[in-house]
């Protein structure tokens, strides 16, 4: 046992002096302990007579105190030769390579690095300046993602003069300017000689329907004395009959043509009946975009190669920038040429939309703006957005 006194004089004693070191060693890693003095005792008898003679050794222990490695011994590792023994303890004091060290500094690196990619996640930019940190709250509060608000900083920290950032006009007109950059628009078919063909898919709720009557209707404003256009709205919705007499009443209304579908062969059948038709507007069903079934099912009613359909995704603004990812990317086996962004009237954030169409790379061809079917649709422009942006002036975003 170690003398309770971990400090001062310390002794220790065994049959030989060799023992008292083993047994030193053992309990101090080298370096801990000096050896004071060493001598030998009687143990027992009176005065050394009839008693064995043993060994002391008198050492004192060097602050900070470290008691010897513990660690079982490894297999095989019980009666190293000296080359063994001098590895363990250079091991063990770092100096040479220690797999179970390497394996957690690993492990610590590993994690490091993931906790600067999370917090590369985040804007980050707390430390900047107070212009930087403004537009970074103006984005946020617009629901951008980080991503976006991140980009958008560094950006204006890279390429604005101190004199510029102190300007929050100038400030201003630059992010407005990116953010218009970031909304990519698909604009119309210019020469429509020949039959356009548009499909309306994407999830239930968002203003298919609505907006094929809105497109019928932006082509009845376009009749002249001279070409009324002949349109046809076709429902291919399996499931619902009242979503077949909704499409069919905005037919009526529109004096427009209706037939419904299930096939591809049905809308070929269509068209082969018609050779004077210029748009056929073709609403589908609404599924969930998690219901990969339908939406496959759809995919191949609209497997109309020949027709060249245009198919947009139609989502509404007020989606959060997770679902609109998931969408877009459940729906992307219709390979759409463009997003129709619906319901833009019933939000004022649309960071999110913009931040996901951006990050997937997608276009806007027209955004919609209310339940009136005669007016509230057009093509779409950077400006719709911009418009909407809470607290960002635009004044001069026009001209970049
Ligand atoms: N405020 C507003 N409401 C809209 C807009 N577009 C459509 N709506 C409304 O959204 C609701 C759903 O529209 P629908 O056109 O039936 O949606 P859908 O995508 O065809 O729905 P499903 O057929 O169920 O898949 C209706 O109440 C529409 O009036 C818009 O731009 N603004
Ligand atoms: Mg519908």
Redesign the pocket.
Known sequence: MLDKRETGELKIQGNTYEECLQELRKRYELNNYFIDKKRQISAGGIKGFFGKTKWEVIYRLLAPVRPRYTAKPAAGEEGDDFDQQKQRVLNIAGKAPNPQLDAISRMIKDLDSKVTTLASDKPAVTSEHPAIQRVAGILESNEFTPSIVKNIARRLKQELTLEELDNEETVQERMAFWIGELIKVESPPVAEKNLRVIV?V?????????????LAAAYRKKDSAEHEHQICMITI?QL?VA?GR?VETYARVLKTDFASGNSAKDIREIVAGNDKLDVLLI?????SPNDFGRIGQMREILNIPELRPEIYL?V??SKKTGDLLNIIKNYELFNCKAVIV?????TDRIGNVVSALAEKNKAVAY?????TVSS??KVAEPLDFLHKLADIKIRSVENG
């Open positions: 309306l994407g999830p239930t709720g968002e203003g298919k329907t609505t907006t094929i009557a809105k919705d619902r979503a909704q609403d589908t069903a609404g599924y139609v509404s603004a619906t319901k833009l009237d019933e955004v919609t703006t209310g339940q509230d649709i």
